[in-house]
């Protein structure tokens, strides 16, 4: 079957790459898999509360089960790759485990998510307010975990990507209900909000293994190319990616309003009548039953999801070239691999 | 006027009192005011986000105007104490400033407070959204200052302050709607969301100055005495304190249900009857008009507000002597005479 030439290699990675990519991350995973296990007895350690039982309960449900742990297995895994033997690499896997944590419960209060991993979010079952106070707590135990690595390049890396995170949650809430054709302000949402904590995850790992800054800044830029493709895989499969996917909710960007890249790309190729279209339903949030619908094939008939995978693809390319400022090693080719796995997870 | 001899002390602290304490306060505020205008202007600064300016423009409501910085003024105040002629200790004064500005923005929306120092909150301002991340990006601004000063010590410091803050919040959200002769622990909630940041708000000065183990644990003392007074005061003032206040709304921690000192000692002194109204008011919330009203009488009756304020003198006492550790100077008499300030407010 013939196709437009810019939509061939996503579609042709697409083919084969899910299944094989699904097995990068196993790979990746095996590799790190006893530090993994020290890290998540780590992470039970820490949940503890002696006077408030309440914080494990509610943490365990989201910190304790499930989860890939993606950002803490690259914060292994860039400590291994550069050869680190001693222990703190256990501390900041953890450490990155509790701040993302502390996001994801805030982010559910703040979106009104009723769902994450298929299981009713801590906000449904416990209230808002434990939500927002145990994310407070998590953050603050991320915050105690990394002091004990006694680095302060540590501590400046992570304690400034706690704050670009917060100014890309704040950026997002701002951009709710907006729709131009400009992408920038959009890709500063998401280096916010999911990059910077991918780009400091691989960063540390480098630091406490006291790499050159040459290869300190690869491992970042690295983490920040991840990060970005992970996120822009993430919108596209807010829409279903490439292939339908059994039991994947859809269309939550667009219920509440967030102008995503798909939706962007869309918008920069739509005539006067589907502008008008994006206008009410992101805008003014006046939507019908049907407007999901009407919204995939408008996505579809521009080609918005390959245009976001393409982009998607473009930056793991640049974070699999950066790796060649290390050695080769099982490590590196675990960790280029699984750079195609973020990506094909929605193609 | 015959009074019961328990209250005697209160009272005469509370007729001569307000008036000299307010000027002590004052004379701390003017022994520090080259320091705070410092501060100020830092928090100014590092308010500021290039990306979301929607930050700035909540964060100057609550942190930017208003506040009596009491907690900065501390810091400055322990630093100066202990002989210190570096300048982070402007660092860590903001840091104790925004730590505590991030608290009530997660306060306000979890308490779901209409009002703060008389003016609308920000949860009713912007709504809960805006509040909880821009609470995040200032408790991140927070980490940011506090690493800048390069002590781990000060890092450690901080950070275990930050999990005994929130392990506090998390601990009195679960003991709302409950009442018990036990005080243990609402000791426990007030040391945590209150004490914990007046301690490491005085420690923090003396560790940056270097000082002995005795001293660094002389003003660690003296802050959690302090602040266990000072939130004792408040919880007093929640009930009108001693002297009718114009314009102080009363009565919020009955009508949420939170059982604070003045009400678990008219409990501990009360009968069948009074019991069984205090359990259908705090624990079933099932309140009328009138309730409050009766419950003042119960307080009044028991002296419920003058044993509060005997346990906060107790602390003050307390932190008073804790001073004892450093020699006698301008400071060290304006930090002894504070300590009257914090109770003269509900006397």
Redesign the interface.
Known sequence: MAKPAGRNSVETASASGVASSAQAFDRLQALVAEDLEQVNQLIQQRMV???????PELAAHLVGAGGKRLRPILTLAAARLCGYEGAHHIRLAATVEFIHSA?LL?DD??DESALRRGQATANILWG???S??????L???S??LM?ET?S?RV??IL??A??I???????Q??MVNKISEDDSIYM?VIR?KTAALFEAATQVGGVIAGVSPEQEAALATYGDRLGVAFQLADDALDYGGLEARIGKSIGDDFREGKATLPVIRAYQAADAEERAFWKRCIEKRDQTDDDLDHALKLIAKHGALEATLMEARDHIDAARSTLKAFPESPVRQALEDVAEFVVARAS
Request: proline fraction near 4%; aromatic fraction near 6%.
């Open positions: 509360s002696e006077h408030a039982p309440l914080i996001t805030h209060v703040v808002n307010k434990p927002v106070l145990v994310g407070d707590f953050f603050s135990r915050f105690q002091v006694e302060l501590l400046e304690s400034n706690s704050a995170i917060a100014e890309g949650e704040v950026l809430l701002s500063q916010g």
